[in-house]
């Protein structure tokens, strides 16, 4: 059945662009009256049936923000990039299934989730998933955070505390609010906390002043797996946080490691019971540091950002977890850090890009192990800021600021241990710029094969 507008499943409205089959639940009612309304359907085009997820949520297959691909593009423009209008307004960062993109955005007061087809540049369809809040913040929107896939399933999240799951055809599988179900969203500025997929359940966290709560659904089912509250002392603002949770290995057991509302804990993945816990990253609790860059991790190690910026605690969660409280810190730099971007960590070299007064636009690598700096490298100047987490592709890291101009750094050394001589001082090898330069680009680029992928204000490019 070919047609443009499907009421499915709860009320869920699928938009089909271009022709697109899409199997309907035996208890969907097709809703004719809105078909006067839909676009003329010319292409056949559908999602890819391929279920290899090779981006599947914020921050990549490792989570740590390195591309499965080496050979990304270093240079382009608007003239050599293919691009889609995204209407509404999001800033969550695209995942990926074979040729298919997945993303979020605020659509005529409607969270909705998008299926855009790489290889055609065009939307194949987008569903209704709840009522967009808006956003309170210039840089934010209701659809902040990024979806999760497992290529056979895709879980979206919303400031309105909708959280639903969608099949790569279209089709609505299962929802709820959580804020309906737990309580009222309290954080002062936008939800920015993605989803973390573990194994075959979605862990949402909530870390706000009141009530605060790791919960995990069953990404087939929804069918929700446990709930555990995570209180902390935190004051006021540094009570919230829109960070998004790490899976974890720590001695053979999965964990999820959550930093934020001055405070990391980890929690078993089997049951959300809580392992340990490491306060003391504000100790004259000051009570507006609220965190948004999340941490990376590496093995057992942790880095975590906070202090809006200001400081990079590293951490071993295998003495954490075995209960030596702070003498499981590593290393504390108070020089160090960023207040929105999340760092990238790949065989024990952590890149940082900072967006701090001082030093906005300094690329500082360091030594993940004993937080030594190996080199800097000075963007060009620019009145932006940085919101996007910088991604490593290769000997490559790329760098996108607030204006959609993309700085790639490099070559990084990969083979051998950095920072040896000084050939191994990376250079900025190309600055891109494209149109749409109008604030704020906050998504992170996304790999896509051989292709690289920004989202910015109103616009997907694929860049091949």
């Not at 999760?148 to 639903?164: K, Q």
């Not at 603002?237 to 980890?266: C, F, H, R």
């Not at 749409?436 to 989202?455: I, K």
Request: net charge negative; proline share 6%.
């Amino acid at each position: 059945m070919s047609f443009a507008f499907a009421r499915l499943v709860r009320g869920s409205t699928v938009k089909a662009i271009g022709v697109l089959s899409v199997v309907v639940a035996s208890s969907a009612t097709v809703s004719l009256g809105s078909l006067a309304h839909a676009e003329t359907l010319t292409a056949s085009s559908s999602a890819s049936p391929s279920t290899t997820a090779t981006w599947p949520q914020w921050r990549g297959p490792s989570q740590q923000g390195v591309a499965p691909e080496t050979n990304l593009p270093t240079k382009w423009s608007e003239s050599t990039a293919k691009r889609i209008e995204i209407p509404g307004r999001g800033s969550s960062t695209p995942v990926v299934v074979g040729n298919v993109a997945y993303l979020t955005s605020g659509i005529d007061g409607q969270n909705t989730l998008l299926a855009i087809d790489l290889d055609e540049a065009k939307t194949v369809w987008q569903i209704d998933l709840g009522s967009d809040r808006g956003n309170k913040h210039r840089k934010g929107s209701g659809s902040n955070p990024s979806p999760v896939t497992d290529g056979n399933y895709i879980a979206a999240y919303f400031r309105s505390g909708d959280l639903a799951c969608v099949k790569p055809d279209g089709t609505k599988v299962w929802s709820v609010n959580l804020q309906e179900e737990f309580g009222e969203d309290t954080l002062w500025w936008d939800l920015g906390s993605s989803p973390l997929l573990v194994d075959s359940m979605v862990v949402i966290p909530v870390m706000q002043t009141g009530p605060s709560y790791l919960v995990a659904f069953d990404l087939a089912t929804g069918k929700q797996l446990w709930k555990v509250d995570r209180t902390t002392e935190a004051p006021e603002e540094a009570a919230q946080s829109y960070s998004t949770p790490l899976a974890v290995n720590v001695n053979g057991t999965k964990m999820i490691a959550v930093m934020g509302a001055d405070t990391l804990t980890l929690n078993q993945a089997s049951d959300g019971k809580e392992v340990a816990r490491l306060g003391g990253f504000n100790p004259e609790a000051q009570k507006y540091f609220r965190s948004i860059a999340s941490p990376v991790a590496d093995g057992n190690l942790i880095l975590c950002p906070y202090s809006r910026g200001a400081t990079v605690t590293a951490v071993d969660l295998a003495k954490l977890a075995s209960g030596a409280g702070k003498d499981s810190i590593l290393w504390h730099r108070d020089d160090l850090g960023s207040d929105v971007p999340t760092p990238t960590m790949r065989n024990g070299i952590a890149y940082f890009i900072s967006d701090g007064k001082k030093n906005k636009g300094t690329v500082t690598a360091i030594k993940a192990d004993s937080g030594k700096t190996l080199w800097e490298v000075s963007l060009p100047r620019t009145r932006q800021s940085y919101s996007s987490s910088p991604l490593l592709a290769g000997d490559k890291l790329y760098v996108t600021g607030e204006d959609a101009k993309t700085a790639v750094v490099g070559p990084l050394q990969t083979t051998k241990e950095p920072g040896s001589n000084a050939a191994d001082q990376p250079t900025v090898l190309s600055v891109n710029e494209v149109d749409d330069n109008e604030a704020f680009t906050v998504a992170s680029p996304t790999p896509a094969g051989n292709r690289l992928l920004l989202r910015t204000k109103g616009f997907l490019y694929i860049i091949e």
